[in-house]
């Protein structure tokens, strides 16, 4: 399943004014993930759906558990 559904996490950037806007994933490019889906588990491209900025999320070789410092 996908983590960001089964979390529902809603992704959000600020702009340079204060206002905040929603991020869809770019599904419109085309790369090796397109054809391995557990590639894609690894970094996802999203866009924001205000002003088309965009941002790349990624999984970390090795996390850290949220209460490290």
């Given at each position: 399943?996908?983590?960001?559904?089964?979390?529902?996490?809603?992704?959000?950037?600020?702009?340079?004014?204060?206002?905040?806007?929603?991020?869809?994933?770019?599904?419109?490019?085309?790369?090796p993930a397109?054809?391995?889906?557990?590639r894609?588990?690894?970094?996802?491209?999203?866009r924001?759906?205000?002003?088309?900025?965009?941002?790349?999320l990624?999984?970390?070789k090795n996390p850290?558990?949220?209460?490290a410092?």
């Open positions: 399943m996908d983590r960001l559904v089964e979390y529902q996490f809603e992704l959000e950037h600020q702009h340079n004014d204060g206002s905040w806007s929603g991020l869809d994933e770019d599904v419109s490019h085309h790369g397109a054809h391995d889906p557990e894609g588990w690894v970094q996802r491209i999203f924001c759906t205000s002003c088309g900025e965009v941002v790349r990624s999984s970390v850290r558990p949220p209460d410092e």
